[in-house]
């Protein structure tokens, strides 16, 4: 059974950095993809960034393209989240996802498992 835990959230400020992690344990299969999203109060769960571990592409959504990266380790068992210049519209719960299969989606329900979410807050 894949876990996936999350960490790294916490109360930033307009234009702060922050990097997120995505520890992963039990995973059986080899090809597949990392995906963050993030879900803000009363809104859906949407994409946010994405990281296929054959080959290394990624893929973000415009709204952060440019201010976030993700990234792993060499082992390919931790996946990093990192947000510069953050906005107050970048205020949520930060998941993280694992997909059996090669191709980065944008679409939460094409994600097989997901960690519990760590979230980002903002004083304004």
């Known amino acids: 059974q894949v876990q996936l835990v999350e960490s790294g959230g916490g109360l930033v400020q307009a234009g702060d950095s922050l990097r997120l992690s995505c520890a992963a344990s039990?995973?059986?299969?080899?090809?597949?993809?990392e995906g963050w999203f993030r879900q803000a109060s009363g809104k859906e769960r949407e994409f946010v960034a994405g990281?296929?571990?054959?080959?290394?592409?990624?893929y973000y959504a415009d709204s952060v393209k440019g201010r976030f990266s993700i990234i792993t380790d060499n082992a390919k068992t931790t996946v990093y989240l990192r947000m510069n210049s953050l906005k107050p519209g970048d205020k949520a719960v930060y998941y993280c996802?694992?997909?059996?299969?090669?191709?980065?989606?944008?679409?939460?329900?094409?994600?097989?498992?997901w960690g519990k979410g760590t979230q980002v807050t903002g004083s304004s």
């Open positions: 039990g995973r059986t299969f080899r090809s597949l993809t």
């Open positions: 990281i296929s571990w054959s080959g290394g592409s990624t």
């Open positions: 996802a694992d997909r059996a299969d090669s191709l980065i989606a944008t679409n939460r329900f094409q994600y097989d498992y």
